[in-house]
């Protein structure tokens, strides 16, 4: 939609132009992605792991990554702020956090999908508890784990942009900046960059996760 | 390797220390090269026990001795690796191929990649397996092909004991009849110790060496062969156990090769008519069985000797089915009771290999004459 003041949805001389910042942006974007959801599985797996040993402990540690999830990532941000600063620490980790509930359910629900029997079968055969969780019961929850990162890296691409409000927000930042200009182009860009990226990792996760998982591909007789 | 002896030794369980033990004191010596059955009602321990012996459950009080070793003196792995174990679910990984399945253990002692398949291949002959079955997975097998490949790889580092639980109870009659035939026939060629719990007292009966009948807490109420659990009950729990046609049951572990050889009313093609009628009078039958070539060719009905006419040229019935030498009592039951002549013929590779009677199976069973016990005539 053509404005007369040199204001459309997206003016590509102004995205030439400042090629090198959007560019900055987007990989601000990824990088900060990467870190949350890395340090969201590097929590989840050792609260997973308590979970699944002392099944008591399910319930109490479901309901603690699900109350982190409710609290409102503004909020969030704003407490930590006077503690960390302006920092990636500030934005990394509530995202990480926000990623936990996904994280360890589907870790959770995926180490409990291997049939008894062949944890059974894994044991009378002699295997060592080390070699049977890494070797038998790790890549048959694997499937499930792979879909918890999927949608665990998708939701903090969407969160990131709002992290634009600490100053951090990679793609959120064109956005914002966008918006407070009344300017188009910047907002369009970033909102629909923001949009590719999320895309582009799932299906990277989905590839990787399909080459991790060969025997599922096999169709049953 | 040459097989193992296995020794439970005041075996106990208890899960519950308020309630009563699983298994209660139990010993049991089960000879090496044997299959032994762990049969019994639902709490009676016999899975319990079964696993005890490879430590996937660890006794209370009491010990296991495997060849005279005790099963706690080494590490439980390295135990474990040198005990075949096959459980109904089969339990074969989904993640990996039927070959990467057998070569589990052999991958875990370290083999070379030569030695594993060169075992993958012997293992596929062995437990009937096609070749082109080795690079697919689990779930492109059908049921009965999924606990073959868990039976090789049960025995993929050749362990000179066979844990198996349930093992054919997930695959239906027919598929499971086949699979008992084949553990029989592996059995012959290996010699393993095999020790079988099934709920089954019929595939007891027909794999076992020997039956260890356990009751409720794991009390064992007989330990005896096939046939003197059925000819002589220890108890009344282990009559009702084996239910009431313990006779018939016996019938099925006898074979027809086992009787001594009667000839029956059959007589050669080119007798006479006399000595055709004096056959037919000893044995009080109404029909003569006729061999032609050392085959039997067909009976002749006593109305059709009345004339002159040579014996050759009566005309002949065939009979209403033949047993061989492999054939079981109950086969021969089976044909006797369909024939109106009351007889079975053994067919011994297209010889004539004599017949069957009632009589011959009584008296086999130890049926005929006085009962002695109370002398009544049976």
């Known amino acids: ?221 | 390797m040459s097989a193992l002896a296995i020794r439970l030794d005041e075996l106990s369980k208890s899960f519950n220390p308020d309630g009563p033990p699983a298994v209660d004191s139990l010993t049991l010596d089960m000879a090496g090269g044997s299959i032994v059955a762990l049969i019994g009602p639902s709490g009676c321990g016999k899975t319990t026990t079964l696993r005890m012996i490879n430590r996937l459950i660890e006794p209370t009080s009491g010990g296991i001795q495997l060849g005279g070793a005790d099963v706690t003196h080494r590490p439980v792995e390295e135990l474990r690796r040198d005990i075949g174990y096959v459980i109904q679910q089969v339990g074969l990984f989904p993640h990996r191929t039927i070959a990467q399945n057998i070569a589990t253990v052999p991958k875990t002692l370290g083999w070379d990649k030569a030695r594993t398949a060169a075992r993958i291949d012997e293992l596929s002959d062995l437990v009937g397996l096609d070749a082109d079955m080795l690079d697919r997975y689990p779930d492109e097998l059908s049921g009965g092909q999924q606990q073959r490949v868990g039976v090789a790889r049960a025995l993929a580092a050749d362990p000179p004991v066979l844990l198996m639980d349930e093992p054919f109870g997930a695959v239906d009659p027919i598929v499971r009849a086949r699979l008992q035939d084949e553990l029989l026939g592996l059995q012959s060629e290996l010699h393993k110790t095999i020790v079988l719990v099934t709920h089954d007292i019929d595939e007891a009966l027909k794999l076992a060496d020997r039956i260890a009948l356990l009751n409720v807490g794991g009390i064992l109420e007989q330990y005896a062969t096939p046939d003197e659990l059925l000819r002589a009950p220890a108890n009344e729990f282990v009559e009702q156990f084996v239910g009431e046609d313990r006779g018939v049951k016996r019938l099925q572990l006898s074979t027809v090769s086992q009787l001594p050889f009667e000839q029956g009313p059959v007589v050669p093609a080119d007798a006479e008519l006399t000595q055709a009628r004096a056959v037919l009078e000893e044995y009080r039958s109404e029909w003569l069985g006729v061999v032609e070539d050392e085959s039997f060719a067909g009976w002749v009905a006593a109305a059709d000797l009345a004339d002159s006419r040579p014996l050759a040229q009566a005309t002949r019935y065939p009979p209403a089915g033949r047993v061989t030498p492999h054939s079981t009592l109950r086969n021969a039951m089976e044909v006797i009771m369909n024939s109106n002549t009351s007889v079975a013929i053994i067919d011994d590779g297209g010889r004539f290999g004599g017949v069957v009677t009632l009589e011959a199976i009584r008296a086999e069973l130890g049926l005929s004459g006085a009962d002695p016990q109370t002398g009544a005539v049976v």
């Open chain 1, 1 to 221: 939609m053509l404005v007369q003041d040199r204001n459309p949805i997206i003016r590509w001389d102004y995205v030439v132009d400042q090629s090198d910042d959007i560019l900055a942006a987007l990989l601000q974007h990824l990088e900060l992605t990467l870190l949350s959801v890395a340090l969201g599985l590097a929590i989840a797996a050792p609260l997973s792991a308590m979970a699944l040993r002392y099944g008591w402990a399910t319930n109490a540690i479901t309901g603690f990554t699900g109350f982190l999830y409710t609290l409102p990532s503004v909020a969030l941000f704003a407490l930590l702020v006077p503690l960390f600063g302006l920092s990636r620490v500030s934005t990394v980790i509530p995202l990480a956090s926000y990623t936990l509930l996904i994280l360890v359910t589907n870790i959770i629900a995926g180490f409990r999908s291997v049939p008894d029997s062949v944890v059974d079968a894994a044991n009378g055969l002699g295997l060592t508890p080390v070699r049977r969780v890494i070797g038998v019961q790790l890549p048959l929850a694997l499937p499930s784990i792979i879909t918890g990162i999927r949608i665990a890296t998708v939701s903090t691409v969407g969160l990131l942009t709002v992290a634009a409000i600490i100053g951090q927000g990679g793609l959120g930042r064109l956005i914002l900046d966008g918006l407070r200009r009344a300017f188009w182009t910047p907002m369009t860009v970033g909102a629909v960059l923001s949009i590719l990226l999320a895309l582009a990792l799932d299906a990277l996760i989905i590839y990787l996760g399909r080459a991790a998982t060969p025997w599922t591909r096999k169709a049953s007789p």
